[in-house]
């Protein structure tokens, strides 16, 4: 086509406002960025500083948290740098970078989601065998064939797309690189050789849900056959924070890539990508928080300070 050329750059165009408007967009990104940042490094820290803690359950939340503050980097921190130097420029090796680490935590996150899923249903389900199939090595093995097992994907899934030619106009209506939005400066016949990819990302997806949702399905059969109201709870307890970060997940995510893509930008479209990149690493960690075992780890470290800053 006449108007095809070698992009070298993008225009990230999804806050592009005046410069004292992007200073204000600036200090609530940072607000953001820092809510997240901390909130994640503080369970990190009460996780690995608490002996009773040391449990897969919880060397799992670990890893979602590291994820968590590596999400929100990908997504936030070239956005903020962006907005103090008043551009909206992001080299093409640039996006490359953002699209493949994005795809690479999110998948990652998404499969010790399930992993976690599995260990619940070994922990309600089967608790004489948990410490034999839940061990140590194995947490380890199975949280990195989580992290290892997305590096291809995410591989295969960027190259194909960043391998085809762009239209002239190199726009794109959002605060950083954005799947739904790089497609529409694709090639007409883009779409089509990236269905491919899509559809095995939706199928990825579907599996992942289908086996939390079956976990849940047993360990919810096997914890109302409990007499106890206390054990009930109890077992509730351990699966509830959990679900609400599993659905809160896939509920912004899918919007997002299920949601028909407009032509013209919307706010929408950057309310719903908000949502979805930057909100769950800002509130998953409060709602690890709200575990009782979180929260008396948390007074316990408190109250050892406290004492050492007495004496």
Known sequence: MSNQSTVTEFLLLGFSDP??????????????????VVGNFLIIVVIAVSNHLHTPMYFFVMNLCILDISTISVTLLKSMANYLLN??????????????????????????????????????????????????????????SAWLSCVPYSALHTGNMF?????????????????????????????????????????LVTICFAFISMSYIQIFTVVLRIPAKEQRHKAFSTCIPHLIVVSLFVSTG??????????????????????????????????????????????????????????
């Open 19 to 36: 410069p004292e408007v992007q200073i204000f967009h600036f200090m609530v990104f940072l607000v953001i960025y820092l809510a997240a």
């Open 87 to 144: 551009t909206t420029a992001i080299s093409y090796s640039g996006c490359v970078a953002q699209v493949f680490f994005f795809h690479v935590f999110g998948a990652a996150d998404l499969a010790l989601l399930t992993v976690m899923a599995y260990d619940r249903y070994i922990a309600i389900c089967k608790p004489l065998h948990y410490k034999t199939l839940m061990k140590g090595t194995t947490c380890i093995h199975m949280a990195a």
């Open 163 to 203: 391998h085809l030619s762009f239209y002239k106009s190199s726009i794109i209506d959002q605060f950083f690189c954005e799947v739904p939005q790089l497609l529409k400066v694709f090639c007409s016949d883009s779409y089509f050789h990236d269905a491919g990819v899509l559809a095995f990302s939706f199928l």
């Open 254 to 311: 899918s919007f997002t890539y299920l949601k028909p893509v407009s032509n013209c930008p919307s706010a929408l479209d950057l309310t719903v990508s908000l949502l979805y990149s930057v909100l769950p690493p800002v509130i998953n960690p409060i709602i690890y928080a709200m575990r009782n075992d979180i929260k008396a780890a948390m007074q316990k470290l408190t109250d050892h300070r406290l004492l050492c800053r007495n004496k």
